[in-house]
């Protein structure tokens, strides 16, 4: 019984098509199970490489390896480029998210905010505050769909190889998400305090910003350590592109068959994120408390 | 000024000192605002150089030479028009037949099934992280204490702990190491992907299961069910809807990341990006980059109407 009538709710039917997707690709990609197992090489490297798992290195591998400096400082050094662009991006990613989240959430075009008081008035208001919504509800899609490693790709063929340049390309998308889940929080804020605001007569603008931003403010901020740490993967892989965060040296190691190196900066990664995660539930517990 | 309106304002200034205030909250907030200044003038930012000559002149040849469609291009050197709209549109057509169409729909295959697997995983992994199931009585409202305790609770925090390592590394990290593994192919790809996105649907849904009510299960744990009835028959219909949302939460985001993977290697967008980079084709490059896009702007209306869908049927 409890089969079928799981099948006949709309949300069995959403799983079930789900699985039938995966199926489809499957087929369409023209998978062979049988791939996964790693051919002669790649189960050599897949030996060497795991079989360095539990021995990451602390200091240099290579013979040919002649920089200056210990290898624990060039893990630490490739750690701190990794929060520094990340930190970089992130700030500009708030402050521009926070704009653009204002301008496109329904709440900062209110009615009572963009009425007028005649009907020609209030409908021509309503029209040029709908629109500019929507234009900026567009611009910060495009912002987001296109990937911080794509921008980075442009930005490389545009200006070259320069540091702001990764900066940029960590912002963009970032400032496009941001924009996107403030402006949504800022909507979905209870209507309690800015209502009371309202009532009181207090202006439309502080109404907005002392009634509805400080209720929503717990969720942005929460939200807003978490891209950090997303940031701080992402700061991490731009490095395969050349910029001098951590992936750029992961793949040197790699491409040096230094396995034990790359264990290092793997095992460097995982703490960083993992010490971002502690601070962030603390600080999510703080907030719902 | 009246005595009431004194009144009020120490009112006033009382709540302001009582206001909950956190020591934890506080500290972060100077932090990270100190260290996002800290960035900007720690020198490893070249502002400066981003703005000098060379690098102007390279973004002008850039936008009014390379990016300029091929066709376009060609005309205006000729005469100045005439027909180009045609010669644009045969263009844009001959470019998605040849490759354009082909890495489309590799990018959404490789994404659906990345995500059917990790959502599979993360379904079963939920489980085993889920603290709550995880005790010798299970869902109990006072948890027992005692030695029996350890045993479940260590294969709790270590399934978690995995969960996190699974999602500390990047996606592009993981595709990059199964490339040298596994050879070319979609395989590293959707491996990747599936890998970082279970360990992040693990933890979504091992949270979700913590903080079902625990009536129902207590119930049906009472009545004899084992741990794998209770999950199967309570937990699972309790949570699918989270679970789902959670899933196409994640979609859009995977289809963003199959693009990019396509860069090492692996048929998707993202490598004729890389391919018309390396031609230094800017042209067919940016052309691309538009078709991402739009893909990842038809996962993101495909996820929002079936989480839409979702919230209707709860």
Redo the contacts between chains.
């Keep these: 019984m409890l089969e079928r009538r799981f099948i006949f709710e709309r949300r069995g039917q959403i799983a079930l098509l789900v699985l039938a997707a995966g199926a489809l690709a499957f087929q369409r990609l023209g998978l062979d199970p049988r791939d996964l197992v790693p051919h002669a090489g790649g189960a050599q490297i897949a030996r060497e490489f795991f079989g360095a798992a539990l021995r990451p290195a602390l200091t240099f591998e290579g013979a040919l390896e002649t920089s200056s400096g210990t290898f624990l400082g060039r893990v630490a050094l490739a750690l701190y480029r990794t929060v520094i662009f990340a930190a970089a991006a992130m700030g500009l990613a708030i402050v521009f998210g926070l704009g653009l989240g204002f301008v496109a959430s329904s709440s900062w075009w209110s009615r009572e905010r963009f009425g007028g008081r005649t009907v020609a008035r209030r409908l021509s208001l309503r029209a040029i505050a709908m629109s500019v919504q929507a234009a900026t509800r567009l611009f910060i899609a495009l912002l987001r769909s296109v990937h911080e490693l794509i921008w980075a790709v442009l930005f490389l063929a545009a200006f070259g190889l320069n540091t702001m340049s990764c900066v940029l390309a960590l912002a963009i998308p970032y400032a496009g998400t941001l924009a996107k889940v403030y402006s949504e929080m800022l909507d979905e804020a209870s209507d309690a305090a800015p209502g009371a605001l309202r009532d009181l007569g207090a202006s439309e603008l502080l109404v907005f910003l002392c009634g509805r931003l400080p209720r929503a403010m717990p969720d942005m901020a929460a939200y807003t350590f978490y891209r950090f740490e997303c940031a701080v993967r992402s700061s991490a892989v731009l490095g395969f592109f050349g910029y001098p965060t951590l992936g750029y040296y992961l793949k040197l190691s790699f491409e040096n068959l230094d396995y034990r190196e790359v264990w290092t900066y793997l095992y460097a990664l995982f703490l960083l994120v993992v010490v971002f995660e502690l601070w962030s539930s603390r600080l999510r517990n703080r907030f719902v408390a | 000024m009246s005595a009431s309106h004194i009144d009020r304002r120490a009112e006033v200034v009382r709540l302001r000192a009582e206001r909950p205030r ?1 020591l ?2 506080r500290f ?2 100077v932090f ?1 605002c100190a ?6 003038v ?1 020198g ?4 400066v ?2 703005l000098s000559k060379r ?1 102007r002149a ?2 002008e040849r ?2 009014e030479q ?1 990016v300029l469609p091929y066709p376009l291009r060609e005309s205006v050197r000729t005469e100045g028009g005439g027909g180009t709209l045609e010669l644009l549109w045969s263009w844009v057509a001959e470019l998605w037949t040849d490759r354009g169409a082909d890495a489309f ?2 990018t ?3 994404s ?2 990345a995500i ?2 990790a ?2 995983s993360a379904v079963i992994l939920s489980a085993p992280a889920a603290r709550t199931l995880m005790r010798t009585e299970p869902f109990a409202r006072t948890p027992a204490r005692g030695a029996g305790e350890w045993p479940w609770r260590i294969c709790a925090e270590a399934v978690r702990f995995s969960l ?2 699974l ?4 996606e ?2 993981w595709a ?2 199964f490339l ?4 070319p ?3 590293p790809a ?1 491996l990747a992907l599936a890998i970082h996105n279970a360990g992040i649907l693990g933890r979504l849904n091992a949270d979700t299961v913590e903080n079902l009510d625990g009536g129902p299960l207590r119930a049906l744990r009472s009545l004899g069910a084992s741990r794998r009835q209770v999950f199967g ?1 309570a937990i699972l ?1 309790l949570a ?2 989270r679970f ?1 949302l959670y ?1 196409f939460y994640r979609f859009e985001t995977c289809v ?2 199959a ?2 993977l396509g ?1 090492l290697g692996i048929v998707s967008l ?1 490598y004729w ?2 391919d018309a ?1 390396a031609r230094q084709r ?1 042209d067919e ?2 052309l691309f ?1 538009v078709l ?3 893909l ?2 038809v996962a ?1 209306v495909l996820s929002q109407l ?1 989480r839409a ?2 919230r ?3």
């Design positions: 956190s934890t909250v972060s907030l990270f260290l996002a200044v800290f960035a900007w720690s490893e930012i070249d502002a150089d981003f690098r390279n973004v850039f936008l390379d729909w590799t959404l295959w490789i659906t099934l059917v697997l959502g599979v996190v390592g999602r500390a590394i990047p592009f990290v990059f190491l040298a593994l596994f050879g192919g979609a395989w959707i028959l219909p699918l809807s789902l899933f963003r990341e693009t990019v860069m993202g990006i890389q980079r800017y490059m940016v980059v991402g896009a739009l990842v702007l993101d079936a869908a979702l209707r049927a709860r």
